[in-house]
């Protein structure tokens, strides 16, 4: 971006001697996807910022990535690889050689490939560390596919929500989200959107300001639901029913746009029909919302021009989130609120870039027929040997090479994943830039770089900007990106060349390559470049789902071929209170701690300062019968596990819910265990996601 004497900072020059500046990218799992501006001096970065310039994060970051220079250069950041020499979980480890490290690394996973059991006893786990097109996915899939290692199924976060939009619309519910200030009336449907999407939640300030009317369905009272114009607190779970009676509503009402659903629609008397049944009435005895609230909040929505519902992950953590998800995503197509820019609904925007597809830039023609697939919401059992539904499991494994992921803090049923991590007799390698809980279960640790050290390219699934990730410094100590571990690694196990002989540039060259107006060089001199959509843009004004049909399906025949109900419906919780259950009676949810992002920042003071101490909210009704005190030591428990928390008891839950942030490192808490000790491995009806709010509790105090 600059030059050491001519320095060019938000589009003015200074001459401000030995400084450059270079334009970064936030890598963290955040729909954001913020730009950043990093000023170095002498090969340090002195000044991290945010992007004035960018068209929608435009420049102002959130409290983790302002401190993004604290983190980088940490005390306690891993610079060198390092061999374990303590027992496992003790993180006791020694400085080795990257030469030491590799070489043993190969020749295990050499020796594991070559015996009886195969290379299938090797699994690969990562997720969302780094959302980078290179750093996150590519020369690391290349490796594992080439050497047959067992695919993973990254399920842990969204694919119950996805799956469920891909039923009812081809694709993702997605709006434009620089219209979103043009709405009239806006429901952020269980997402926390002021914390976790902070820049979308400007301009919802802004639509609120021009009138628009702001709603809040949550079963916590997040800050967002603070804000906005009413909270309406619903119980876990229990989204799609009030999804089928507001649909029911607006039959009822005659507010449906009947245009809309007879050109663009397929099974719209199926849906009639099924939600006939679904009144307010029967919704508010699953929902706990009131009737009239469901017909007023019905009515505003259907009246409002443009109209939006932000939905986001957490509703779909549950049994039946899958279905939740599909079922709130017909509300727009019965609405006809698609046609207007900004309006209709928003998962997300990930889908709409066309960056290179991840078959072919993963070299998914590498796996070997047959290679089995392992969930990894379910690796406890993975480790533990146990597969699903009593079916045999397969070879046993016996490496895990663990990257851009924190299992042991952020897997459900965590005393069993634990359990695991500690077989002797499994190899694990961890990439890290910390010594988390879960390195401290490795045999090799490896030093990886940040974000301010290596190449990347970036997506979003938040707004609608390709951006570029420039180095700006060199790798600290003796650091390495992931794309060039296993490049090392690829190279040492003699694949082909042309699976890992490419630069990082390279690869971003290849990701770019179906966008030829957007290229490696542009993004250098030109910053982050919009993609080139229809202005205004609003992808379902006129149909073009990809269905089958090419309509949005109410009637999903693809839902029916799998034996699942073919028209949106309502699936309880696994674990449902109104089932009777009177051991464990609450139900509790495990939004992410604002100071946090999963795990990450979790070990850093300033952050823990912001987020104190693992707590519990509860309401006052459920607190006194349990004769709990606010700021009393509670301890929160089910058949999984038991964890300690400081209670909060106030009115920012409904009776019969309770709240606890994560995610914690284990080794950061009193009792060494994190909300997860109690969460489940049970997968949600659609797309075999994780159900982390599908969790029944209960709670006592601590005698003193």
Known sequence: MGTSLSVKLHGEHTNLTNLKTIRAVCPHDCPDTCSMIITVKEGKAVDLRGDKGHPFTQGFLCQKVNRYLDRTYHKDRLLYPLRRVGPKGTGQFERISWEAALKEIVFRLKEIANSVDGPQSILPFSYGGTMGKLQEASIDRRFFHGIGASLLDRTICATAGTVGCDMTLGGRAVADPFMTENCRHIINWGSNTAVTNSHLWVRMVKAQKQGARVVTIDPYKTPTACRSDE???????????????????????????????????????????????????????????????????????????????????????????????????????????????????????????????????????????????????????????????????????????????????????????????????????????????????????????????????????????????????????????????????????????????????????????????????????????????????????????????????????RMADLGLDPLPGYTPPHEDPQSGNSTYPLQMISPP?????????????????????????????????????????????????????LAMVEETVPPGVVVSHGVWWNKRTNDGVNVNCTTSTRLTDLGAGATFFDNLVQVETIPL
């Open 593 to 645: 701690e604002p100071a946090f992002l999963n795990s990450s920042f979790a070990n850093l003071e300033a952050n823990q300062r912001d987020s104190g101490q693992p707590k519990l909210r509860i309401h006052p009704l459920d607190a006194k019968f349990r004769d709990i005190a606010s700021l009393t030591k509670v301890r929160v428990f089910n058949d999984r596990g038991s964890f300690q928390a």
């Open 231 to 557: 909270w309406i607190a619903i119980r876990p779970g229990t989204d799609a029913a009030l999804a089928l009676a507001m649909m029911h509503v607006v039959f009822r009402e005659q507010l449906e746009d009947r245009d809309y659903l007879g050109q663009y629609t397929l099974g719209e008397d199926q849906l009639r029909q099924r939600v006939s049944e679904w009144t307010p009435e029967r919704a508010q005895k699953i929902t706990g919302i009131p009737a009239d609230t469901i017909r007023r909040l019905s009515m505003d929505h259907a009246q409002a021009r443009p109209a939006l519902i932000r939905l986001n992950y957490g509703l779909q953590r549950h049994g039946g989130g899958g279905m939740a998800v599909r079922t709130i995503t017909c509300i727009p197509a019965v609405l006809g609120t698609w046609k207007d820019p900004g309006g209709g609904a928003m998962l997300s925007t990930s889908k709409v870039y066309s960056f290179k597809d991840s078959e072919s830039f993963c070299r998914h023609d590498l796996i070997r027929a047959g290679t089995r697939t392992i969930n990894m919401t379910r690796l406890a059992e993975a480790l533990a040997g146990e597969g699903d539904n009593g079916r045999p499991f397969g070879p046993p494994l016996k490496a895990l090479m663990v990257y851009n992921s924190n299992p042991a803090a952020i897997c459900p049923n965590q005393a069993k994943v634990i359990e695991g991590l500690k077989r002797d007799d499994l190899f694990t390698v961890v990439l890290e830039h910390f010594q988390t809980d879960t390195a401290d279960y490795a045999d090799i640790l490896l030093p990886a770089t940040t974000q301010l050290e290596h190449w990347d390219v970036h997506s979003s699934y938040g707004h609608l900007m390709v951006q570029l990730n420039e180095p700006a410094i060199a790798p600290l100590g003796e650091s390495r990106p992931n794309t060039a571990i296993f490049r090392e690694l690829a190279k040492r196990f003699e694949l082909s060349p042309e699976i890992w002989d490419n630069t990082d540039q390279e690869l971003i060259r290849e990701a770019l390559s179906p966008m030829p107006n957007i290229t490696l060089e542009k993004l250098l001199e030109e910053g982050p470049k919009s993609l080139e959509l229809p202005k205004p843009f609003a992808p379902f004004a006129q149909g073009h789902f990809e269905t089958p049909s090419g309509k949005c399906e109410f009637y999903s025949q």
